[in-house]
T-cell receptor
């Protein structure tokens, strides 16, 4: 049969609103969890990371929350701007694997002006 | 530093031909990664190097794929022979230090095999 490409989950928000992007991870042995942003035609770009022994970390306009009980990670973007429109990936890393990143599926964020 | 540099940006080749993708990591970075991105499979890690030595190549899909890092400033990913299902965007990334979570990605090479 014909193969069909995956469609990324999409989140559409109004400019100025807060955005929450969610991710489920699989490896309970991961030491770090990271969010990357990928704009069209570019490679992924690091946003923020969180160690596995933390449950919250804040950056500039972004907050990452980690819930190890349910293996869930979220990225909150405050006052979302048109420049935030991109695909956002969560990734996992194990410390002794030298930054080897295993990426999740990705969520496309679309910001409406 | 100009960041991670990949070449070519776009490559169109016929099935059966050899394809070589090139990468120059950021100077001083000791880890180098090759990723492949497709809509079907997302971002997949193919192989990574530490200090020019391949550490984990378990993501390399088949023997048709090979990667080398002859020195700290250059790596290649070769596909021979290429097939249409190899069509994807291939990214090279580099990072510094064992516990680094911040990998710096190049712009990618969009490969189309017809």
């Amino acid at each position: 049969g014909e193969s069909v490409g995956l469609h990324l989950p999409t989140l559409s928000v109004q400019e100025g609103d807060n955005s929450i992007i969610n991710c489920a991870y699989s490896n309970s042995a991961s030491d770090y969890f990271i969010w990357y942003k990928q704009e069209s035609g570019k490679g992924p770009q690091f946003i923020i990371d969180i160690r596995s022994n933390m449950d919250k970390r804040q950056g500039q306009r972004v907050t990452v929350l980690l819930n190890k009980t349910v293996k869930h990670l979220s990225l909150q973007i405050a006052a979302t701007q048109p420049g935030d429109s991109a695909v956002y990936f969560c990734a996992e890393a194990v410390y002794n694997q030298g930054g080897k990143l295993i990426f999740g599926q990705g969520t496309e964020l679309s910001v409406k002006p | 530093d100009a960041g991670v540099i990949q070449s070519p940006r776009h490559e169109v080749t016929e099935m059966g031909q050899e394809v070589t993708l090139r990468c120059k990591p950021i100077s001083g970075h000791d880890y180098l990664f090759w990723y492949r991105q497709t809509m079907m499979r997302g971002l997949e890690l193919l192989i990574y190097f530490n200090n020019n030595v391949p550490i984990d190549d378990s993501g390399m899909p088949e023997d048709r794929f090979s990667a080398k890092m002859p020195n700290a400033s250059f790596s290649t990913l070769k596909i021979q022979p290429s097939e249409p299902r190899d069509s994807a965007v291939y990214f090279c990334a580099s990072s510094f230090g064992q516990g680094s979570t911040e990998a710096f990605f190049g712009q990618g090479t969009r490969l189309t095999v017809v």
